[in-house]
Antibody
Framework: QVQLVESGGGVVQPGGSLRLSCAAS????????MHWVRQAPGKGLEWVAF????????YYADSVKGRFTISRDNSKNTLYLQMNSLRAEDTAVYYC?????????????WGQGTMVTVSS | AIWMTQSPSLLSASTGDRVTISCRMS??????LAWYQQKPGKAPELLIY???TLQSGVPSRFSGSGSGTDFTLTISCLQSEDFATYYC?????????FGQGTRLEIK
């Protein structure tokens, strides 16, 4: 079945780096745009970044622009989020999500999330 | 960025009730609006997209309406499994934004 599985979360000190991965299965990963969304403890959802199916276009939330980089490896069916210069306010569960085949749609499949904690 | 005002933030209701949640945009977004349900410790799940289209597998007691700047999610005849947090989302333009969420609790 269609599935997204995130990994790579953990505890990191402020100013540190972390790379999240999202392994996709059950669909043709290379045909779909992908997003990262995060949720701080007890808070709402915040969109983080988007990458087009072929990696040709990327968009970022202002809160992470210049610090986070979204990328993908279609040969490995995997989405990535490289997070640098991490701050306490980046502490959150990070979800990957796919958009439907018609680009620019709602997020129809989500992973289970991976927790990132930025703390000294 | 497009700002969203979702209301109410907390809604108390009983099984069998009909409830509505509203989402207002700072500018028109046509019908590029989705609704998600999230239960504690779980990822959000898509309920409605394009303002009023029910995602496959979602019960018909859920419905969405609106276009432009004002949107509504209605749940008719609440079931026990519907008590959760609901978010609206605009995907008309980047940055994509979510409403603040509505926690639906048992009265």
């Amino acid at each position: 079945q269609v599935q997204l599985v995130e990994s790579g979360g953990g505890v990191v000190q402020p100013g540190g780096s972390l790379r999240l991965s999202c392994a996709a299965s059950g669909f043709t990963f290379s045909s779909y745009g992908m997003h990262w969304v995060r949720q701080a403890p007890g808070k709402g959802l915040e969109w983080v970044a988007f990458i087009r199916y072929d990696g040709s276009n990327k968009y970022y939330a202002d809160s992470v622009k210049g610090r986070f980089t979204i990328s993908r490896d279609n040969s490995k069916n995997t989405l990535y989020l490289q997070m640098n210069s991490l701050r306490a306010e980046d502490t959150a569960v990070y979800y990957c999500a796919k958009e439907p085949l018609a680009p620019g749609g709602a997020f129809d499949i989500w992973g289970q999330g991976t927790m990132v904690t930025v703390s000294s | 960025a497009i700002w969203m005002t979702q209301s109410p933030s907390l809604l108390s209701a009983s099984t069998g009730d009909r409830v509505t949640i509203s989402c207002r945009m700072s500018q028109g977004i046509s019908s590029y609006l989705a609704w998600y349900q999230q239960k504690p410790g779980k990822a959000p799940e898509l309920l409605i997209y394009a303002a009023s289209t029910l995602q496959s597998g979602v019960p018909s007691r859920f419905s969405g309406s609106g276009s432009g700047t004002d949107f509504t999610l209605t749940i008719s005849c609440l079931q026990s499994e519907d008590f959760a947090t609901y978010y609206c989302q605009q995907y008309y333009s980047f940055p994509i934004t979510f409403g603040q969420g509505t926690r639906l609790e048992i009265k």
